[in-house]
């Protein structure tokens, strides 16, 4: 099964890139290789670029907060787990003081870093980062694989806030859609979403088999669909006008 995520709204959209980047640096990190570490290190920067935006640190804040709030409103149900409503509230509280300790923007400390800073203004750079350019930084991937993951570790460390309010508020909205199974007709499904109820992201899980399918994916406040296509001999996706099954979830 693979699984495709579609979000509704830019917000949704930035903290899925976030998530996107804050996973390949925990794949990175544990590596020993200095070329893992360079990418570790672009990485970084890249988060600390999407994590720019003015806004991002409030509407995250906000939207724990309104979250907390939810889920005090479930407190006494005998439908929910008292146990397990803790558990979640703790979660959201320590994310949300977290990144409320947070100074300016997610990595803003970093930027007083010069070393740091010479080196994200050239690794966009095709070759920007060899060792003519860049000796100190060529000196520190020589550096053992232990020293450059605790340097590294250190840095990440002023991104960990911004990286859990992320799993907890994606974990959050995720845990609130329910799948079902749906057909497509003609390698096509079309959906109408209810009158006044927003939803934000669209998860669609696709067992590939043989056939290698892959979901082009549209939708706005009012309808949702779902187009299948397969990729021909040279790479090009065409449509796939073929009835299946696949797995789809709303998540408001």
């Not at 709204?9 to 804050?22: A, C, G």
């Not at 060899?130 to 340097?151: N, T, V």
């Not at 840095?155 to 609130?176: C, F, Y």
């Amino acid at each position: 099964m693979v699984l495709y995520e579609y979000p509704f709204n830019e917000s949704i959209r930035t903290m899925l890139r976030l998530e996107h980047l804050f996973d390949r640096l925990g794949r990175l990190l544990p590596r020993d290789e200095a070329v893992d570490h360079h990418y570790a290190l672009a990485t970084m920067f890249e988060i600390m670029d999407v994590a720019s935006r003015a806004d991002l640190k409030s509407d995250l804040l906000k939207e724990l907060e309104r979250q907390r709030a939810l889920l005090q409103s479930y407190r006494g149900n005998p439908a929910i787990s008292e146990g397990a409503l803790l558990e979640v509230m703790a979660r959201v509280d320590h994310a949300f003081n977290g990144l409320n300790q947070l100074p300016g923007k997610a990595g803003h400390v970093l930027t007083a870093n010069e070393w740091l800073m010479s080196i994200r203004s050239r690794i966009s750079i095709p070759g920007g980062t060899c060792e003519f350019d860049l000796p100190a930084y060529y000196a520190w991937q020589q550096h053992d694989a232990a020293s450059r993951r605790a340097d590294l570790s250190g840095w990440i460390a002023t991104l960990t806030p911004l990286a859990e309010a992320l799993s907890v508020l994606l974990g959050l909205l995720r845990d609130a859609g329910v799948p079902h199974k749906v057909v497509t007709q003609g390698g096509q499904y079309q959906q109408s979403l209810p009158a006044g109820r927003v939803y934000q992201l669209l998860r669609v899980r696709i067992d590939n088999g043989s056939r290698q399918l892959v979901p082009e994916i549209s939708g706005h406040r009012l309808m949702v669909m779902v187009r299948l296509m397969k990729q021909d001999a040279e790479g090009r996706l065409k449509p796939a006008a073929i009835d299946t099954t696949f797995e789809l979830t709303l998540c408001a």
